[in-house]
C-alpha cells in the first residue's frame, strides 16, 4: 500500500491484542489515539518504552487519548513480556498490545523498512484525531528510545490548534505562548484573544495560551 500521510484516514483492521479482539475505531471511540510499535518482545528499549507508557497512561486519559501498541509476536509472548515489564519498570501495562503475527496492520501503516529490517517493524508512531484523520507521524530507528513526553506535548499542540487559530512555537509546552495564525487580521486578533498579544513582527505575533482560565 501507498505510504500514510498527514491528513490521511487512519486504516481501520480488527486484531487479536492481549485484552482481546480489538476493531480500531470501535477502541478509539470519539477520541484521540497513538498506535505505536515494537521491534519485537522480550527487547530492552521496548520493555522500557511500554513501562513508560503505562506510567503516562492517566496523562493521556487526560487528553481523550488511548494508546495501542503493535508487535509482531503472537498472544503467549506478549502475556509473558507483560510480566516481565511489570516487574521491571515497577508498574502495571494498562492498555492493549496487537499481536501481529501475520503484519497485517504493520502492513497496513508501513511499519516494516526493508532496509533497516525486513520482518522487524521500526518504531512508529501515529497520533490520529477524533475524525480518525493521521494528525502526527513519527518514526524512530529500533536503537532509539522514544520520548513520550514529546508525544504529551504534541497532543497538547494539536488538540489546541484543531480548535483555536494559534500555532504552537518551537519548544512550546502548554501553558506558554502561542502564535497566532497569519490568516487572522489584527482586528479579528483584538476579538479572539481577549488577553491581548503582542506583535514582533506582522506575521510574528504572539498571545498567551487561549483555553486557559
Known amino acids: 500500500m501507498a505510504t500514510l500521510r498527514l491528513g490521511d484516514k487512519a486504516p481501520n483492521f480488527t486484531a487479536q491484542t492481549t485484552e482481546g479482539e480489538i476493531n480500531f475505531y470501535d477502541y478509539l471511540g470519539d ?20 513501562g513508560a507508557v503505562a506510567k503516562y497512561k492517566d496523562e493521556f486519559a ?7 501498541a503493535l508487535s509482531v509476536d503472537g498472544i503467549e509472548s506478549h ?18 498490545i496487537i ?3 501475520d503484519r497485517k496492520v504493520s502492513s497496513l501503516y508501513d511499519m516494516i523498512h526493508p532496509n533497516a529490517d525486513e520482518t522487524l517493524t521500526v518504531r512508529s508512531v501515529y497520533v490520529i484525531g477524533p475524525d480518525k484523520s493521521i494528525k502526527l507521524i513519527i518514526t ?25 487559530k494559534v500555532a504552537t512555537p518551537a519548544n512550546w509546552k502548554h501553558g506558554e505562548e502561542v502564535v497566532i495564525s497569519p490568516a487572522v487580521s489584527n482586528e479579528e486578533a483584538e476579538k479572539l484573544f481577549t488577553k491581548g498579544f503582542k506583535e514582533i513582527r506582522p506575521y510574528l505575533r504572539l498571545t498567551p495560551q487561549p483555553n486557559l482560565d
Open 31 to 50: 477520541g484521540w489515539g497513538v498506535l505505536f510499535s515494537h521491534p519485537a518482545d522480550y527487547t530492552p528499549v521496548c520493555t522500557t518504552e511500554l
Open 79 to 96: 502475556k509473558g513480556w507483560v510480566n516481565d515489564i511489570n516487574e521491571t519498570q515497577n508498574t502495571t501495562v494498562n492498555f492493549p
Open 62 to 68: 487526560k487528553r481523550n487519548t488511548k494508546v495501542l
Open 140 to 164: 524512530y530507528p529500533a536503537s532509539t528510545g522514544r520520548n513520550f513526553e514529546e508525544l504529551l506535548r504534541v497532543i497538547d499542540s494539536l488538540q489546541l490548534t484543531a480548535y483555536q
Open 99 to 101: 499481536a501481529d503475527e
